[in-house]
């Protein structure tokens, strides 16, 4: 089963941590608000940055 | 088309974006938010000389001035930096959101086209020149340029695309929060760093005093390190502290902590601030950096523009200049980052007790290493060979 990212909107605190650590174009910071697209592998590095604990990985 | 269009509305972009106007550029600074300087990513702390070198001190964005920085060991040894006589601020703890709109309207001021709420999406060379494919409030559109500077943060979109930058490692970045709190008791002369691998893994926790007894408490870890997110360690050191005082703000951000990066620019691109990684790898302040390569970043773009060369030979006129004045401290500061990472609590300690009560009286981080090294014989050698 394949993994992939997933955010919490009532965590996220739009800070782009997420997307300075994401090796695969997967998340972008639009305005405030962060998009994850279908590129995310479920790699994992975004949730062990975000300093809200704001992300987690999903089954798929 | 444009002569420069700049991604980014920070003290970068800004800057960039005024320097680039005053030369008589013509200049469209972008921003993707819509509102400049919201929301907050930024401990706010810089020192005087850093900021007085290129803006003009406006009380409006001050939130508070101190005239030194208390460090804290873990076990709460305390190694006071300071100015001896009042009135000799060496320090600033500003007010971001007052401060970046001041700097986007300087640029405006300068005659250079101000946008918000226009985001970069790609770019294309096409003939020398780049078309610039933006969203601009939810519509497409597409603008040449000669120049594109990306100032867009930690999370740079151009410098990704244009394979300038790579992605940031987790021992490359620290992950932070803070909280702007009333009520806080401290005396409001300093700023204030907590180390310790418990407390903050990685990075520090800080209180930076912003004024009617207001502060900003915060952290900073490194992911490679921390077993948890910055909140959580955030959470901890205040209750360990007992920091008393509500909770009026939240506020999330991302440093880079990777060094100095080899070249930040390619052909018609340019990368300033937090985008071309120029924070401090030990103490995480970037605005005065980010302030001078944007300064200089615009002034390469107009001779550029004079010249009609955007090459990346050109441009690295402007490798030259950032790092010949910043460049190199960040190499040198990336290597005792490393060297500082390795020590646990107990040498900490003691390096700590082996300088303090010690009368340092500049705020900078080689201050620090020469009283280290003068207390500790042992430790020449070593700092030597690795800043070789």
Partial sequence: MARKAVVNRGKCAYCGACVAVCDFFALELVETYLEINENCNGCSICVKVCPMGALSLVEV | ?388
């Fill in chain 2, 1 to 388: 088309m444009f002569d420069v269009i700049v991604v980014g509305a920070g003290p970068a972009g800004s800057m960039a974006a005024k320097t680039c106007a005053e030369n008589g550029l013509k200049v469209l600074l972008i921003e993707k938010r819509q509102e400049i300087g919201t929301p907050v990513r930024c401990a706010e702390g810089i020192s005087k000389q850093g900021l007085k070198r290129f803006v003009e001190i406006d009380r409006k964005w001050i939130a508070a001035e101190v005239i030194g920085a208390k460090i804290y060991a873990p076990d709460g040894t305390e190694i006071t930096m300071a100015e001896e006589m009042a009135g000799n601020e060496v320090g600033f703890v500003l007010e971001r959101k007052i401060f970046d709109r001041h700097l986007a309207r300087l640029a405006a001021k300068a005659g250079a086209e101000v946008i918000v709420k226009t985001a970069f999406i790609s770019f294309e060379r096409r003939d020398g020149r780049l078309k610039v494919k933006m969203r601009r409030m939810g519509e497409e559109w597409e603008v040449e340029t000669k120049i594109l500077i990306g100032a867009d943060g930690v999370e740079s979109k151009v410098g990704r695309m244009a394979g300038i930058i790579r992605t940031l490692r987790k021992s490359e970045i620290e992950s932070c929060a803070q909280y702007l709190m009333s009520n806080v008791e401290i005396d409001e002369n300093y700023t204030y760093f907590y180390l310790g691998n418990e407390l903050a893994p990685g990075g520090y926790a800080w209180i930076f005093p912003k004024g009617n007894k207001c502060a900003n408490v915060g952290i900073g870890v490194l992911p490679s390190k921390a077993k948890a997110n910055a909140k959580y360690y955030l959470d901890k050191f205040i209750e360990k502290f007992g920091i008393e005082g509500k909770i009026v703000e939240l506020v999330c951000g991302a440093v880079p902590v990777y060094g100095e990066i080899e070249t930040a620019v390619s052909d018609n691109i340019m990368l300033a601030g937090d985008a071309a990684y120029h924070s401090d790898p030990i103490t995480g302040g970037g605005i005065a950096n980010a302030l001078c390569a944007g300064y200089y970043a615009g002034k390469v773009a107009y001779e550029a523009v004079k010249k009609n060369d955007f090459s990346a030979g050109f441009l690295r006129k402007y490798d030259e200049l950032w790092k010949s004045d910043f460049g190199w401290k960040l190499r040198r500061n990336k290597k005792l980052q490393e060297f500082f990472l390795k020590l646990d609590d107990q040498t900490l300690n003691s390096l700590a007790k082996s300088i303090s009560g010690r009368n340092i009286k500049e705020m900078s981080v080689q201050a620090i290493i020469v009283e280290l090294l003068k207390s500790n014989p042992h430790l020449v050698d070593l700092i030597k060979n690795l800043l070789i």
